[in-house]
Each structure stands twice: as structure tokens, then as C-alpha cells.
């Protein structure tokens, strides 16, 4: 699993595409053959897992030879290269309700939920609606630092995607594009041993409001003047 780990980290194709049994043969076969049966242990796992792709998916060995390359490289395109991500697929696969092999794109998404998952973070929905959650209440509280924070790195994720929300007016698709750069960026933060520290005070990026927001300020504080008048 070593070799199969560093050869996707490295974008090694030729490496990689001899692991999947596609191209030119090393001199040494014995190593050649070491690096194959670690691709086939993945396959051989899945396959306990979801029997029926043996009489189907898998049924020809051409087939298999064929997905191998296939996985390995929407590995290397989606960046999981570490065993932990493997393993959270893994863990994902066996609670699985399905006897069907999974397609790359959903065991890559297993990968990456298992690894939120074990870091402590929430998904992309997650972090999109405690964004959303963070805006509407901002103003009720006296600084960021007095929130209700679920963790340290929910302090540092969601006051960091607000700001760049705000100061440059984000619609929500944009957003949730920040949200999933940011949960791969906290993830591997924490995977690597870091400790990510409580919340402290910042200085918070100056914000020019736009001409619509200066308006609604002053409608909103003329309906106020009204309504005291009376």
C-alpha cells in the first residue's frame, strides 16, 4: 500500500500505470510484482465487500484490468493518497447497505467524509450552513471570539469564509467552493499533528459596504427615527 500511496502523491503515471497492469514491464518483474498485489489487495477487500461485483462488474478479468486504471487515476486526480483516506473508504464501503461494486467517484467520497469524519470536522453542507448560521446571528454578539464555536477549527474556518463572503460578495455556489478548499486545508492541518489554536481577537479585514448596503443602512435607520417619533 506504501508504494501505491507514494507513486499517486508523485503523479508517477508510469508507475502507476504498470501498477494497474497497463504498460511497459520493469526490468525486475519481482518488484513489478510486489507493486501489483498491492493494488490487487484493494480490489480483493472491495471485492468481500460487494460479492455481486464478482458475477458482474468484475466478472472479466479484462474489466478488472480496466478499472484498476480507472481508480488509480481518479486517485490521483482527487488527490487522496493517503492510506487514511483508504481506510475511511474502506470503513464506508463495509456499512454500505449495497452488495454493488461503488463507482470511483462514490468510494473517492467515502475517502473524504471518513477523513472529515476522523479530523472532527463537518462536511460541506456543514460548513456552508454554520457559515449561513455565523451571518444571521453576527450581529447579536459582541465579538466572533464570544460565539458558541463547535471547535477551534470551526472558529478559524467560518470567520475566515465570512470575511471573504462579505468582502467579495460571494453567491453561494462560490461559497461552497470555499468550503470545500477550506475542509481540505483544516483536514490535512489536523492530520499532520497540528493543533489548531482556541479563538482569539483578529484584526478584521477592512470592508467597504456598497452603495446598496449604505442605503438599506439609512432606510433601515429612518424606519427606526419613525418609529420612535410615534
Same mark, same amino acid.
Given at each position: 500500500m506504501r508504494n501505491l500511496v507514494s507513486a499517486i502523491q508523485n503523479r508517477d503515471a508510469g508507475a502507476l +500505470?504498470?501498477? #494497474? &497492469?497497463? =504498460?511497459p514491464q520493469p526490468?525486475?518483474? &519481482? !518488484?513489478?510484482? =510486489? !507493486?501489483? $498485489?498491492?493494488?490487487? #489487495?484493494?480490489?480483493?477487500?472491495? %471485492? *468481500?465487500?460487494? @460479492? #455481486?461485483? !464478482?458475477s458482474t462488474a468484475l466478472k472479466d478479468p479484462r474489466d478488472e484490468a480496466s478499472a484498476k486504471r480507472q481508480w488509480i487515476a481518479a486517485f490521483a486526480e482527487n488527490d487522496?493518497?493517503?492510506? *487514511? *483516506?483508504?481506510? +475511511?473508504?474502506? %470503513?464506508?464501503? $463495509? #456499512?454500505? +447497505?449495497? @452488495?454493488?461494486? @461503488?463507482?470511483? =467517484? /462514490?468510494?473517492?467520497?467515502?475517502? %473524504? /467524509?471518513?477523513?472529515? $469524519?476522523?479530523a472532527g470536522l463537518p462536511d460541506e453542507d456543514g460548513l456552508y450552513d454554520m457559515v449561513m448560521k455565523y451571518s444571521a446571528r453576527r450581529g447579536l454578539i459582541d465579538s466572533p471570539e464570544a460565539y458558541p464555536w463547535e471547535s477551534n477549527a470551526a472558529y478559524w474556518m467560518v470567520t475566515g469564509l465570512y470575511s471573504t463572503m462579505r468582502a467579495n460578495n460571494l453567491s453561494e455556489p462560490e461559497l461552497r467552493a470555499k468550503c470545500r478548499a477550506e475542509l481540505r486545508k483544516m483536514a490535512s492541518r489536523i492530520e499532520s499533528g497540528e493543533e489548531i489554536p482556541p479563538p482569539r481577537a483578529q484584526l478584521e479585514k477592512l470592508y467597504m459596504p456598497t452603495a446598496s448596503e449604505k442605503a438599506l443602512d439609512n432606510v433601515a435607520r429612518l424606519k427606526a427615527l419613525v418609529r420612535k417619533g410615534r
Amino acid at each position: 500500500m506504501r508504494n501505491l500511496v507514494s507513486a499517486i502523491q508523485n503523479r508517477d503515471a508510469g508507475a502507476l +500505470a504498470r501498477m #494497474a &497492469g497497463d =504498460g511497459p514491464q520493469p526490468v525486475d518483474r &519481482g !518488484v513489478h510484482e =510486489g !507493486v501489483e $498485489r498491492l493494488v490487487d #489487495a484493494l480490489f480483493s477487500n472491495l %471485492k *468481500q465487500v460487494f @460479492p #455481486a461485483s !464478482v458475477s458482474t462488474a468484475l466478472k472479466d478479468p479484462r474489466d478488472e484490468a480496466s478499472a484498476k486504471r480507472q481508480w488509480i487515476a481518479a486517485f490521483a486526480e482527487n488527490d487522496i493518497s493517503t492510506k *487514511q *483516506q483508504l481506510s +475511511a473508504g474502506m %470503513k464506508h464501503a $463495509r #456499512a454500505s +447497505a449495497s @452488495p454493488f461494486w @461503488p463507482s470511483p =467517484g /462514490q468510494f473517492i467520497e467515502w475517502c %473524504k /467524509q471518513g477523513e472529515l $469524519r476522523s479530523a472532527g470536522l463537518p462536511d460541506e453542507d456543514g460548513l456552508y450552513d454554520m457559515v449561513m448560521k455565523y451571518s444571521a446571528r453576527r450581529g447579536l454578539i459582541d465579538s466572533p471570539e464570544a460565539y458558541p464555536w463547535e471547535s477551534n477549527a470551526a472558529y478559524w474556518m467560518v470567520t475566515g469564509l465570512y470575511s471573504t463572503m462579505r468582502a467579495n460578495n460571494l453567491s453561494e455556489p462560490e461559497l461552497r467552493a470555499k468550503c470545500r478548499a477550506e475542509l481540505r486545508k483544516m483536514a490535512s492541518r489536523i492530520e499532520s499533528g497540528e493543533e489548531i489554536p482556541p479563538p482569539r481577537a483578529q484584526l478584521e479585514k477592512l470592508y467597504m459596504p456598497t452603495a446598496s448596503e449604505k442605503a438599506l443602512d439609512n432606510v433601515a435607520r429612518l424606519k427606526a427615527l419613525v418609529r420612535k417619533g410615534r
